[in-house]
Nanobody, 119 residues
Framework: QVQLVESGGGLVQAGGSLRLSCAASPSWFKVNTMAWYRQTPGKQRELVADISSGGRTNYADSVKGRFTISRDNAKNTVYLQMNSLKPEDTAVYYC?????????????WGQGTQVTVSS
């Protein structure tokens, strides 16, 4: 069974940095695109950044120049380096991975990790 385990969330002051990690298992899970989404109460989940298996990246306008997504294909792990954090970045951040966890191509989600930026 495919699992995504996130880590790295927490409380930080505005202007600070955090690094999120998400490891996908088992090792035979053939991962294609990996991404980070975030959600605040009462709002839809929104894409923060995604990265293809070849390393092509895409960012939401609100995080361009501040966040960097990267991945280690050998470890099936995706990272989100968040710099110059703002209070409006406060949200639950979810890891997403699309790939072949079995016979079908599916989308999988992590449990979410809270990021809180204080002003």
């Amino acid at each position: 069974q495919v699992q995504l385990v996130e880590s790295g969330g927490g409380l930080v002051q505005a202007g600070g940095s955090l690094r999120l990690s998400c490891a996908a298992s088992p090792s035979w899970f053939k991962v294609n695109t990996m991404a980070w989404y975030r959600q605040t109460p009462g709002k839809q989940r929104e894409l923060v950044a995604d990265i293809s298996s070849g390393g092509r990246t895409n960012y939401a306008d609100s995080v361009k120049g501040r966040f960097t997504i990267s991945r280690d294909n050998a470890k099936n792990t995706v990272y989100l380096q968040m710099n110059s954090l703002k209070p409006e970045d406060t949200a639950v951040y979810y890891c997403n991975a699309n790939g072949w966890g079995g016979a079908l191509y599916s989308s999988y989600w992590g449990q979410g990790t809270q990021v809180t930026v204080s002003s």
